[in-house]
């Protein structure tokens, strides 16, 4: 069965400052890779996803990450955070189906 | 942009109650999901809908639940008896196509509150 875990149930960066947020899975087959975020009184939004080819995967508003097989990661990250990034962030995974296995969520605080 | 929309964004209900949360999807979607969230646990996969039929289920997924797609429009999710541990953020989705990789779409939540 897959499963997603996400270090860190809290995370507090400066502005200005890089976003790393943690996102490890376990799939018994390659899996597919989807990082959503949710902003207050919203629905869950697509950042970005992997699923075949480039394992840099860029999407919106600055945000990047990586498929790294060998460490069965796939962490999210930006260069520069802004105030408009605090938010929830969920990283996801899926294998053959469409059902979408959720980590836990981490949400990111963004001082001034 | 199209989205996602539900309705109620939130209710509250009796335990034993049978409450019905409503879901309108992408138009041009043909694939349709209910995740919940638990208050400080992980979205769960509920349920997939395509074609008028069940095409995945999770175990949480039992006979209390149901889904329809009553007209061709709407999705809803029936609980028919609630219980205190129902009390959930539920989340309607929707996508394109079946595949995997596919982006689903979510809605902003219904946040069920039953007591």
């Known amino acids: 069965a897959q499963s997603v875990t996400q270090l860190g149930s809290h995370v507090s960066v400066s502005e200005g400052a890089l976003v790393l947020l943690r996102c490890n899975y376990s799939?018994?087959?390659?899996?597919?890779l989807f990082w959503y975020v949710q902003y207050p009184n919203q629905g869950l939004q697509l950042l970005l996803k992997?699923?075949?080819?480039?394992?840099l995967v860029k999407g919106i508003n600055g945000f990047e990450a990586e498929f790294k097989k060998s460490e069965t990661s796939f962490h999210l990250t930006k260069p520069s955070a802004h105030m408009s990034d605090a938010a929830e962030y969920f990283c996801?995974?899926?294998?053959?189906?469409?059902?979408?296995?959720f980590g836990g969520g981490t949400r990111l605080m963004v001082k001034p | 942009e199209p989205e996602v929309t539900q309705t109620p964004s939130h209710q509250v209900t009796q335990m034993g109650q049978e409450v019905i949360l409503r879901c309108v999807p992408i138009?041009?979607?043909?694939?349709f999901y209910w995740y919940r969230q638990i208050l400080g646990q992980k979205v769960e996969f509920l349920v997939s809908?395509?074609?008028?039929?069940?095409?995945?289920k999770s175990e949480i997924f039992d006979d209390q639940f149901s889904v329809e797609r009553p007209d061709g429009s709407n999705f809803t999710l029936k609980i028919r008896s609630t219980k205190l541990e129902d009390s959930a953020m539920y989340f309607c989705?929707?996508?394109?196509?079946?595949?995997?990789?596919?982006?689903?779409?979510f809605g902003p939540g219904t946040r069920l509150l039953v007591l």
């Open positions: 809908f395509y074609n008028n039929e069940i095409s995945e």
């Open positions: 138009s041009n979607h043909l694939y």
């Open positions: 989705a929707s996508s394109d196509r079946g595949l995997s990789t596919e982006t689903q779409y």
């Open positions: 992997y699923t075949t080819g480039a394992t």
């Open positions: 996801a995974v899926t294998d053959r189906g469409n059902m979408l296995t």
């Open positions: 799939s018994s087959v390659p899996p597919y």
